[in-house]
């Protein structure tokens, strides 16, 4: 008898998930141990342990989503960094690509490198871009540079020369030369992290591989000790960005591909659960207690971006506007995010115009009605005001609360300044926040070329079952899934996800008249690195899947879309789905006579586990709701209505709401015009049926 287990790191809680024989399912939800956070996993799993009757021997493997890495980013307390880069080209890094998040506000200011400029070093040396070496290496002034950063008390060092992508010898020379002078430093050079190119990209993803990559390594040595010392010797998995799972050393060594690894997990689990339940077209929404988040399932596949922004406020993808945070250039699922949460403070603006987050109370001192200390209205205190909560307590009992301090900060905050009543002060921030992750579901969806209309709504994360049937009915979709805990479901889309390997390189080529063997060979090459790598971690040829795309533009433009190809699939092929991708995320195409260009060719290796990741349905604890019924609060035209609180077991037949469904890790509520009931998986299924009357 063995089970898996899996623990994901919010700003708020830290969830942990295990599946055990029959699809037996245990949860718990424990508060984030900000500066410690291995401290909370290993706690919280003996507690699990305990609850669920196994013991940590029978653990078979341990999978982890951290924001580890994404803290060091945004709170600049990564390693102290050095770069050696191409003589003349230092300021790469500071420069960037002259791309603003607000065009017009001449006070915007770039956000300060995470390399200072004395650590940033040139040596003499030049690749141009066929690979041809037009300047050898300065091996003296390579020596120098390196003596001089490691004077200044560098911890890692990134190396990012022009066009190595296409001639990696000078990198792989001045790697050795490191080695040779400072044994054991943390180095990182851009043909092991990108090999591809664009200068700026390439040099920032290479510098935070450096950054973080320090940080995250003692993170995951100390957990590592911690989980050996608690008796748990399976080996340990992190969550990529992209949605696949690589082993803790690997993502030690390549830190960049674990930065986004927590809003990854859900989508990877809603994914899971679509191909489970048949819903082909998807939107996820995560909210948390600090964030939301939404990502797009369609055709059964997750949509991924090329590269993303850490710190840049809303997290954009590959959109229009960038350029705030810093820049990543690695596959990762297509998210769009906001500051908003069930800590998400509620405050008046100097117009005296009410605000909701991105400002957050976090896990301390938390909402109001948790009694820590923390004055400000939250999200949670507008739901419990509104009755949408337990008004006693929450995580099935464990964390008690005091509504009416809930009322009254309220009251005093916002209400009172604003010269309405309680519930209705609480209902417009209700609607505030709603407002702005509707944001994020626009971001994926409608400014992506999707019609929202066309998908269902998957709804996790600890609020996310409390918000989904008002914000679907405001997109004008029909039909909400909430899956079995979904409080945790970042966490259970852990125990969903596959080991993968991404691969990538730049292959600039005409896709007209190119000969397709060249492409064929070109891919095949990626392929068999694939499969080694996946070999060396001990999957056999019969569990390793391949998928192949490509990233493709009209020649002349600076931004690339990506399409999949299989093999045997020639150029023609491809041009023509690149143009009809094109024409659906941009609404047209070039002409037949426009050159079409391929950029990069990417894989991924995919090990293919030996039995299936989640069991026919899961069976979640159970909890009983601690009242029958509660008045909960809809809007001026509805308001008060005595709503049904239950448990999601006492779904046998289709309910209207108004209800309220009370579970251990979240509530779900169903509000009147919609109807709710349970589906084979045991999703709670959530049909819209328009604007309520009252």
Known sequence: MSWRVSADIGGTFTDLVAIG???????????????????????????????????????EEVLHATTVASNAILEHKGARTGLITTAGFRDVLEIRTLRMPRLYDLGWEKPAPLVPRHLRLGVAERVNVRGEVETPLDEAGAVVAVDELLAEGVEAIAVCFLHSYANPAHERRLGEIIAARAPGLPVSLSVDVLPEMKEYERTSTTVINSYIGPVLGRYLASLARDLAGAGLAAPLLLMQSSGGLMPAAEAARLPVHVVESGPAAGVVGAQALAKRIGVPDAISFDMGGTTAKAGVIEGYEVTRAGEYSVGGGIMVGSRLLS????????????????????????????????????????????????????????????????????????????????????????????????????????????????????????????????????????????????????????????????????????????????????????????ARGLDPAALEAAAAALEAEARARLAAQGFPPARIGIRRAATLRYQGQSFELQVGFAAGEGPGVVEERYGAEHERTYGHRAGAEEPVEFVTLQVIGIGLPDRPRLPDRLSPHAIAPTQPSRPAFFGRALGWRETAVIARGALVAPRPGPVIIEEYDCTCLVPPGATASLDGFGNIVIDIEGEPSA
């Open 21 to 59: 024989p029959g699809g037996a399912l245990r949860t718990k939800k424990v508060s984030s141990s900000v500066g410690d956070y291995g401290r909370a996993i290993v706690e919280g799993l003996d507690e699990l342990f305990a609850e669920a009757g196994f013991v940590a021997a029978e653990v």
């Open 323 to 510: 350029g705030a945070g810093y820049q990543l250039k690695v596959p990762a699922i297509d998210l769009a995010e906001v500051g908003a949460g069930g800590g998400s403070l509620i405050w008046l603006d100097a117009a005296g115009a009410p605000q909701v987050g991105p400002e957050s109370a976090g896990a301390m001192p938390g909402p109001v009605c948790y009694g820590r200390g923390n004055a400000q209205p939250t999200v949670t205190d507008a739901n419990v005001v509104l009755g949408y909560l337990n008004p006693h307590a929450l995580v099935g009992g464990a964390l008690p609360i005091d509504a009416s301090a809930s009322r009254a900060a309220i009251i005093a905050k916002i209400a009172g300044p604003l010269g309405l009543g309680a519930e209705d002060a609480a209902h417009g921030a209700h609607l505030i926040a709603a407002s702005n992750m509707i944001r994020a579901i626009k971001a994926v969806s409608s400014e992506r070329g999707r019609d929202p209309r066309g998908f269902a709504l998957v709804a996790f994360g600890g609020n996310g079952p409390l918000f989904a049937a008002g914000m679907a009915r405001a997109l004008g979709m029909t039909r909400v899934v909430v899956p079995p805990s979904a409080g945790v479901f970042s966490a259970l889309g852990l125990l969903a996800s596959d080991v993968e390997v991404h691969l990538s390189r730049s292959w600039r080529r005409l």
